[in-house]
Nanobody
Framework: QVQVVESGGGLVQAGGSLRLSCTAS????????MGWFRQAPGKEREGVSC????????YYRDSVTGRFTIFRDNAKNTLYLQINSLKPEDTAMYFC????????????????WGQGTQVTVSS
């Protein structure tokens, strides 16, 4: 049984930092591109960042470039998202997903999803 579990969210002040983690089990982690998505209340889910299966390439949406860093440790079956210089508009539920490829900041062909971790940024 595949499990994908995110952690690391919280309430932070604008300008602060967080590191999100996503640990997967029950799958061959390094077979999958991994992506971070977020969804704010009343808005559609958007792809934040994606990293290829071997970690060789990473992609970001424009609004987070330079502030967010995605990386993975395949030996630990874990995906990370380092978030710096947080802004109130980053407030959302953050999800990770295992997919087949990255297309810009989106993991595509997503097969497995976590339940999400909430990030709230106060101004």
């Amino acid at each position: 049984q595949v499990q994908v579990v995110e952690s690391g969210g919280g309430l932070v002040q604008a300008g602060g930092s967080l590191r999100l983690s996503c640990t997967a089990s029950g799958l061959t982690f390094d077979d999958y591109a991994m992506g971070w998505f977020r969804q704010a209340p009343g808005k559609e889910r958007e792809g934040v960042s994606c990293i290829t299966s071997n970690g060789g390439s990473a992609y970001y949406r424009d609004s987070v470039t330079g502030r967010f860093t995605i990386f993975r440790d395949n030996a630990k079956n874990t995906l990370y998202l380092q978030i710096n210089s947080l802004k109130p508009e980053d407030t959302a539920m953050y999800f990770c997903a295992a997919g087949s490829n990255c297309v810009h900041s989106y993991a595509t062909g997503t097969r497995y999803w976590g339940q999400g971790t909430q990030v709230t940024v106060s101004s």
